[in-house]
Structure formats: C-alpha cells, structure tokens
C-alpha cells in the first residue's frame, strides 16, 4: 500500500529554518512526483512546492520562492523541503502527496501523508 510519512515540523523563531521530509514506502519514487502542501487553521489546503520524477523538475508557489527547496534522494525514496527565512505567515500543516505528474493543485492527488506541523512564533 502506499503510504507518506512527513516529519521535521516543529516550532522555529522567525527567520530560522526547518527541512521537512517525506518518506515513501510502497512504491518506488523514481516514477512518481511528490508535492508539498499546507493548510493553516481555517484556511484551504495550498500547494507550496512539487518535483517531478522524470527530471527533478521543481515548481514552487511565490509565497515560498527564493525560501523554499525541495528536493529528492531516490536511494531513500524521500523527499525533502528546506525552508529557510521563516515568516509567521508559514504557520500550518504541511503535508507531502504524490502522483503521476506534478501539480500544485492539492485536488489532484489521491495519497497524502499524515502531516507535520510547523510552527512560526516568537
């Protein structure tokens, strides 16, 4: 079956960083792509960053460009989201998904992780 594990999340002081990662398991990554989502209290669910699994090909929303990596080790079918530079505004659940090809659309994926929660404060 195929599961997502997020973890990394945590509480971090603006302007400090946090690297999420996303472990894979029933299946290979090499053929899928992963994408990074988040959902803060009361708001809907937003793509934040995908890669792709052809060419590492990376896409990233423009709340997060110039912060944000993502990127992936195949060896360890996970993948993984620094973020640097954080911004109260961060604040949410991030959850990792994947499927066939890469979108920041979160209604175009079937299979999500649990989610992780990162915390920006003072």
């Known amino acids: 079956q195929v599961q997502l594990v997020e973890s990394g999340g945590g509480l971090v002081q603006p302007g400090g960083s946090l690297r999420l990662s996303c472990a894979a398991s029933?299946?290979?990554?090499?053929?899928?792509?992963i994408g990074w989502f988040r959902q803060a209290p009361g708001k809907e669910r937003e793509g934040v960053s995908c890669i792709s699994s052809s060419d590492g090909s990376t896409y990233y929303a423009d709340s997060v460009k110039g912060r944000f990596t993502i990127s992936r080790d195949n060896a360890k079918n996970t993948v993984y989201l620094q973020m640097n530079s954080l911004k109260p505004e961060d604040t949410a659940v991030y959850y990792c998904?994947?499927?066939?090809?890469?979108?920041?659309?979160?209604?175009?994926?079937?299979?999500w992780g649990q989610g992780t929660q990162v915390t920006v404060s003072s």
């Open positions: 998904a994947t499927d066939l090809r890469p979108s920041l659309s979160p209604y175009e994926y079937d299979y």
């Open positions: 029933g299946f290979t990554l090499d053929y899928y792509a």
